[in-house]
């Protein structure tokens, strides 16, 4: 099974294509990667030519949700929808902090880790992770966090990663999101769903002013 990831939920916006298939894990076929930029279609179209692979061979469509950048997500999730109308493929989305976490995994860190993203006003995205050598448990679920509470973390020693995470915090790690990791969680799940369920992982809720009415002039 051929699987189209995409991670936008960063600064890094990457494509991959990944094939599952055996015992083992998916194997990479193709990646591309740009940071800065909003190119959805050219990422995935750079990374199914570095797969070899033609559009109609993709079975699967991975996005990831965020976390993060609200445009790059509204992005994938509208690419993941249009390609499931146009071929009918199967979309899954999966977090994007799961997507550290085993990006983590993957670089071998181990012990417990808080994935940090900016949330913006003077806020972050937090999550608690437990990374073994063949394993990673959420020990405190995602929610919203103060800076200074952040800041508290570090000055204890905690462990913080995600992307960006040096510019704030010394000792911090840089951890980006990864299509290639997205691709391999989703090729481990079943879980599909239409692509018009997809929503951004957006913990505010959402609030905004209805503009008054039009005055009418005569």
Sequence with gaps: MKILA???S???RTAAVVESG?????ALLGR???TGTHRPLALAAEALRQAGCER???EVLAVGLGPGSYTGIRGAIALAQGW?????VKVIGVSSVEGLAAAAQEAKWTGPLDIIIDAQRNEFYLARYEIGAGSRR???ALRLAR???IEELARGGATLCGPGATQWFAGARELQPDAGVLGRLAAERRDYTSGEKLEPIYLRETAFKKAPPRRVTT
């Design 147 to 149: 800076f200074a509470e």
């Design 84 to 88: 499931q109308l146009g071929r009918g």
């Design 32 to 34: 591309a990667v740009e």
């Design 6 to 8: 995409i991670e936008f």
């Design 56 to 58: 109609e061979e993709i």
């Design 138 to 140: 959420e020990l405190e």
């Design 10 to 12: 960063s600064e890094q």
């Design 22 to 26: 055996g015992s083992g894990p998916a």
